[in-house]
Structures are given as structure tokens and as C-alpha cells.
């Protein structure tokens, strides 16, 4: 999918993912998933990703695999233009951020580490 789908930036999708965190739920997403995340914004009009900590694929991780001229936006940059505060570990390591109920991973090698988070969040 890529990340201009209609099916990530619908008004639904970005809706839906708003009142789940605002209703006290956990908004999960790994490597390129934060893209979902973008556009969201919570009742106060704010960025859901406003002031939040978070990672995602990183403009260098997208460079390496030459990929910086074929998706619509690089993810790191849009989402610290749209307030997050984007913390990068070094290309394709296992590197998670947890803030509050949002939890985000840089790669696909943070995948079983979200989940992790994840369920720690649950108990």
C-alpha cells in the first residue's frame, strides 16, 4: 500500500484513530504504519503527533534503500512538521518510543518489540 492510499488518509481512518486515543486506547504503528498517523488530529484540532516522542522509517533508512524519490513524502520529516518529536536510532535497529498510549517502532525489526509494549500497556 502506499502511503498516498485513500485507505490511510481517508477522514475515517483518521477519525476512527483520533477518538480511539482520546477514548484511553493504545495507537500502535511500525516502520512506515506512522503514516496513518499523520494527518490525525484529536478533537482540540491539534496533531495527535503534536509534542509526542515517536519514531518511524527514518529519512536514512529510506536514502539506503534509494527510496527517497518514490515515496510521496518522507515520514520522518513530515511528521516532525506536523509537531512529533521524531527520535532516529542508527538504520535498522530494533527501536521503540512509548509515550503515554502511542506506540511506534522504527523499523521491521522493532515489530515484536512494539508488541511487547504493547502488552505491558494492557496489564
Given at each position: 500500500?502506499?502511503?498516498?492510499?485513500?485507505?490511510?488518509?481517508?477522514?475515517?481512518?483518521?477519525?476512527?484513530?483520533?477518538?480511539?486515543?482520546?477514548?484511553?486506547?493504545?495507537?500502535?504503528?511500525?516502520?512506515?504504519?506512522?503514516?496513518?498517523?499523520?494527518?490525525?488530529?484529536l478533537s482540540d484540532d491539534n496533531y495527535l503527533v503534536k509534542n509526542k516522542k515517536l519514531t518511524s522509517f527514518?529519512?536514512?533508512?529510506?536514502?539506503?534503500?534509494?527510496?527517497?524519490?518514490?515515496?510521496?513524502?518522507?515520514?520522518?520529516?513530515?511528521?516532525?512538521?506536523?509537531?512529533?518529536?521524531?527520535?532516529?536510532?542508527?538504520?535498522?535497529?530494533?527501536?521503540?518510543?512509548?509515550?503515554?498510549?502511542?506506540?511506534?517502532?522504527?523499523?521491521?525489526?522493532?515489530?515484536?518489540?512494539?508488541?511487547?509494549?504493547?502488552?505491558?500497556?494492557?496489564?
Open positions: 500500500m502506499r502511503l498516498s492510499s485513500p485507505r490511510i488518509n481517508s477522514g475515517a481512518s483518521r477519525r476512527i484513530l483520533g477518538e480511539i486515543y482520546e477514548n484511553g486506547g493504545i495507537v500502535s504503528a511500525v516502520c512506515h504504519g506512522p503514516a496513518a498517523l499523520v494527518n490525525v488530529k527514518t529519512n536514512g533508512e529510506e536514502e539506503e534503500v534509494q527510496a527517497t524519490k518514490i515515496v510521496p513524502f518522507l515520514l520522518e520529516s513530515k511528521l516532525i512538521e506536523h509537531g512529533a518529536k521524531h527520535e532516529a536510532a542508527a538504520n535498522w535497529s530494533n527501536h521503540v518510543i512509548v509515550d503515554d498510549r502511542l506506540v511506534t517502532g522504527q523499523n521491521p525489526a522493532s515489530a515484536a518489540s512494539v508488541g511487547e509494549s504493547i502488552a505491558k500497556l494492557l496489564k
